[in-house]
Each structure stands twice: as structure tokens, then as C-alpha cells.
């Protein structure tokens, strides 16, 4: 697996709040720290993605009475899985993974920060008509092959991958830089879809063995 000068790595999700300890812990999330920031150092570019939910966010339980985390709700663009309260604009646990080493990143996208709408995908907002503008920002850059790590597999890293192929866009996913909420069979289940839509998986060693180009 050699790369292309117009290798993306998609950084999805390293925050505080999806760590253990966090407010929605990934389980094993914290490994994907260090496999990302060998990563980081070899691809020509690096984009970040960060969940950012205003306080009393519509995909937070607390903010439907009666609701409790991980029950599903219908909201106007349709059934949102209610989350504990996590990665708050502004407060510790939104902030990146201190070990993630993300100076490198050319861009950062914040989601999720409409007070009404959640965002998984780093592309479009959950009503499915917001778009982020990182297609744009890819295409206009020139930039062609995702290369997708980060959290949660079945959610965010999910969306993504399917949203990039749906853009046009070539996705792979760095299995071993990715982990899973997996509620209800859900990591079998975003393994299955993302390799329906053609997104292809792939191991950080392979990328790190063969890796000839750095930073540009
Ligand atoms: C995520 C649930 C809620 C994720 C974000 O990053 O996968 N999951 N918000
Ligand atoms: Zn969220």
C-alpha cells in the first residue's frame, strides 16, 4: 500500500469524552492513539474531525424526558439513537485525546453543533441535507483517497466511509486504528455495509511499512 500525494488520513473522533473515562467510552478506544500518530506522520494530509454538541444537544438522552441513553427516538429527519451527555462545545471531554498528535492536520471539521441535529458523518449532517463542506474542501484540494481511523467504527467511522464512496470518493479503513461502541450487533453490521459500498480495509502496518512520502 503505497501513498499517493493525494492521500487524506481521516481522523474521526479522537476525543477525551470517547476515551475510558470518558462520557461515552469507546471500549479500547484509547488504542487507537498511538497506531494513529504513526499514521499521522506519514501522510501528506491530515484532517480532524471533532464532535461538537451544543449543551442540551437533541441526540443527548437528558434532553427527552422520560428517555434513557442508547433508546432510539424519532426526530424530524428520523430515528436518532439517544447518546449520553458528551463532547459539549467548549468542556474537557470535547477536547482531542491528549496523546493524539494532530499539529499536522490541515483542517479540523467540527458536527454536531446544530442544537437540533446530530452528526455521525464528517460530511452530512443526520437531516441529510447539511452538508459540513468537506467534500468540497477534498475536491477542491484535489485530494481523492480517504484513508478513515478513529471512533467509534460503528457510528461515526461508519457514516463517514459510506457518505466519502457516496461523494465519489475512494475509502479505505484502517481496521486496526478504529474501534466499536458494537450495541446490538452493530460493528458486525457497519463491517458488512461499509464493504457493500466499497470501502475497502486495510492495516496501519501495511501502510507504515511501505510509506515512502511524508509531509508536504
Ligand atoms: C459518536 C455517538 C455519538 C462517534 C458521536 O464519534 O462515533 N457516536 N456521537
Ligand atoms: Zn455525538
Redesign the pocket.
Known amino acids: 500500500m503505497h501513498l499517493a500525494p493525494d492521500d487524506v488520513l481521516l481522523v474521526?473522533?479522537v476525543q477525551v469524552d470517547?476515551l475510558p473515562g470518558g462520557r461515552?467510552p469507546?471500549p479500547g478506544g484509547d488504542a487507537v492513539v498511538a497506531p494513529i500518530n504513526r499514521l499521522i506522520a506519514r501522510f501528506p494530509h491530515v484532517v480532524v474531525t471533532q464532535?461538537w454538541h451544543t449543551p442540551g444537544h437533541a441526540?443527548f438522552a437528558g434532553s427527552h424526558p422520560g428517555r434513557a441513553p442508547f433508546e432510539t427516538v424519532d426526530l424530524a429527519y428520523g430515528p436518532q439513537?439517544l447518546?449520553p451527555e458528551?463532547?459539549v462545545q467548549g468542556t474537557a471531554g470535547a477536547a482531542l485525546a491528549p496523546g493524539l498528535e494532530a499539529t499536522r492536520a490541515e483542517l479540523l471539521i467540527r458536527k454536531?453543533h446544530a442544537p437540533g441535529v446530530?452528526s455521525?458523518s464528517a460530511f452530512l449532517e443526520a437531516d441529510r441535507a447539511t452538508r459540513t463542506g468537506l467534500a468540497g474542501y477534498l475536491r477542491e484540494r484535489g485530494l481523492r483517497r480517504l484513508f478513515l481511523c478513529g471512533?467509534?467504527t460503528?457510528?461515526?467511522?461508519l457514516w463517514s466511509a459510506l457518505d466519502a464512496r457516496e461523494a465519489g470518493f475512494e475509502a479505505y479503513v484502517v481496521e486496526d486504528a478504529v474501534r466499536g461502541?458494537d450495541r446490538e450487533g452493530s460493528l458486525d453490521r457497519a463491517w458488512a455495509r461499509m464493504e457493500a459500498a466499497g470501502v475497502r480495509r486495510v492495516a496501519s502496518a501495511g501502510i507504515i511499512a511501505s510509506a515512502g512520502i511524508t509531509g508536504s
Open positions: 474521526i473522533d470517547f461515552l469507546v464532535d441526540s439513537v447518546w458528551h463532547c454536531g446530530d455521525y471512533l467509534a460503528d457510528f461515526c467511522v461502541i
